[in-house]
């Protein structure tokens, strides 16, 4: 399995530009969440799916965030406008609920934003 | 509710010495518990899980971490540190529904 993958691994981009990150998450995983780390906060979850539902987006700091799950393969995170507060790593995870397995999630490699 | 507390944001310790993070946790229900770690520039990778069945977990890279219920405590170990282990670890309790709750996260440094 190729794991979580993220996109893109890098962005830098200037303060009032939309931001879009990516996110695909393992095949037959069921739940989907979003993590911000930084150092001085360290590491935040931002929103959950499940079945590509949110199922509970009280992380998500501001209007400016948002989240979509469109179907089992792909999610969205998007930051409009950006502000350089908003400078950190973005994590996706996954991982399959039920079925006997113990939720165990999955991260991506992450996606490193800098907003100028 | 649940939670993770992870004592020492910085452990060093010398080639070949003794790891040793720490992690207590509170949870309402009997817990799963986990230790991720994250290589500089990388995700988080599972190191091992507690899952109820034996105390001792035995992960990836020589790791182990012992589950007591009394203390409740889900500390984590290796008899001899390598330079390749130096990473941040995480400590993390599932109350078994889809939510995990992580700790702060500690930052072990080997000095050769």
């Known amino acids: 399995d190729a794991g979580v993958i993220q996109s893109p691994r890098h962005e830098v981009t200037e303060m009032g530009q939309e931001v879009t990150l990516r996110c695909k998450p393992i095949?037959?995983?069921?739940?989907l969440f979003w993590y911000r780390q930084t150092m001085m906060r360290g590491l935040e979850l931002l929103i959950y799916f499940n079945n590509n539902v949110p199922i509970d987006d009280s992380g998500m700091p501001e209007d400016r965030f948002s989240a979509k799950m469109p179907n089992a393969s792909f999610s969205t995170l998007k930051i409009q406008p950006s502000e350089p507060r908003d400078s950190a790593v973005y994590f996706c995870a996954s991982s399959l609920r039920g079925g006997g397995t113990y939720n165990e999630q999955f991260f991506g490699p992450g996606t490193r934003l800098t907003v100028l | 509710a649940q939670s993770v507390t992870q004592l020492g944001s910085h452990v060093s310790v010398s080639e070949g010495a003794l790891v040793l993070l720490r992690c207590n946790y509170s949870s309402s229900v009997p817990p799963y518990l986990f230790w991720y770690v994250q290589y500089p520039n990388q995700g988080l990778q599972l190191l091992l899980k507690y899952t109820s069945a034996a105390t001792l977990v035995k992960g990836i890279n020589g790791f182990e971490a012992e589950f007591k219920k009394s203390e409740t405590s889900f500390h984590l170990t290796k008899p001899s540190a390598h330079m390749s282990d130096a990473a941040e670890y995480f400590c993390a309790v599932s109350d078994r529904g889809n939510q995990f709750y992580f700790g702060t996260g500690t930052s072990l440094t080997v000095i050769p």
């Open positions: 095949s037959g995983h069921n739940s």
